[in-house]
C-alpha cells in the first residue's frame, strides 16, 4: 500500500515563529488532507489540497503531486496551534492513509 | 449544517465483552468510514459504507463489522473484545465519491481492562 512520512516528528516553537511540515508520499494520490488533532482528541480539518496551493489565514499548504509530497506552511504561531499534525492521503482505495503525524508545541 | 457527531465520547469494557459504537453523519453526507487510532499513532481504516453499503475494508478481523441507516447514520460494533482494541475510534462522513474530503466526529474513546 500507499506509504506516507512526515517530518519533523516533533517540533517546538517559540510563539510567533514560523514553520513547515512535511510530507512524502510513495505513489499517486487522488485526495490528500492535512489534519489537526487537538488535545482531546478530534481530527480538524485544514486543507483538502490534492495538488496545488491555498491559504487559510496564517495557514498555507502546497502539493506538487508530481513530486509527490506536500507542505504545510503555518506563520505567526501561537499556543493554540499545538497538537498533533496529520498529512492523509487517498489512491483509489476508499481509504485515507495517514502519516504518523508531527507533534508542534509552541511556547509562550 | 451539523457536524460529525459519536455517541458515546467514553466508555471502559472488560474483555470478552461487545461494544457498539454510533455516528451521526454530517448533514447531506452519503458516506461514512471509520478509523481506529491506537495512543502516539496515526488513524487506522476499518471500513467504509456507501448507500448502507460496506465498499471498503481495512486489515481488520471480522469481530470489527457495521452497519449504515437509510438516513446515513452508522454503527460500529466489535465482538469478543480484546486489550488491543482500547483506541481512540472516529469516524468521518464524505459525500459522494470516495475520494471527497473527510470530515470527522470527536471520536469515542474505548477502554478494554
Known amino acids: 500500500g500507499i506509504q506516507v512520512e512526515q517530518s519533523p516528528p516533533d517540533l517546538i516553537l517559540q510563539e510567533g515563529a514560523n514553520s513547515t511540515l512535511r510530507c512524502n508520499f510513495s505513489d499517486s494520490v487522488n485526495n490528500l488532507q492535512w489534519f489537526h488533532q487537538n488535545p482531546w482528541g478530534q481530527l480538524i480539518n485544514l486543507f483538502y489540497?490534492?495538488?496545488g496551493t491555498k491559504q487559510n489565514g496564517r495557514l498555507s499548504a502546497t502539493t506538487v503531486a508530481t513530486e509527490r509530497y506536500s507542505l504545510l506552511y503555518i506563520s505567526s504561531s501561537q499556543t493554540t496551534d499545538s497538537g498533533v499534525y496529520f498529512c492523509a492521503v487517498e489512491a483509489g482505495s476508499y481509504q485515507l492513509t495517514f502519516g504518523k503525524g508531527t507533534k508542534l508545541s509552541v511556547i509562550p | 449544517e451539523t457536524g460529525v457527531t459519536q455517541s458515546p465520547t467514553h466508555l471502559i469494557k472488560t474483555r470478552g465483552q461487545q461494544v457498539t459504537l454510533r455516528c451521526s453523519s454530517q448533514s447531506g453526507h452519503n458516506t461514512v468510514s471509520w478509523y481506529q487510532q491506537a495512543l502516539g499513532q496515526g488513524p487506522q481504516f476499518i471500513f467504509q459504507y456507501y448507500r448502507e453499503e460496506e465498499n471498503g475494508r481495512g486489515n481488520f478481523p471480522p469481530r470489527f463489522s457495521g452497519l449504515q441507516f437509510p438516513n446515513y447514520s452508522s454503527e460500529l460494533n466489535v465482538n469478543a473484545l480484546e486489550l488491543d482494541d482500547s483506541a481512540l475510534y472516529l469516524c468521518a462522513s464524505s459525500l459522494g465519491s470516495p475520494s471527497g474530503e473527510l470530515f470527522f466526529g470527536e471520536g469515542s474513546r474505548l477502554t478494554v481492562l
Open positions: 489540497i490534492p495538488s
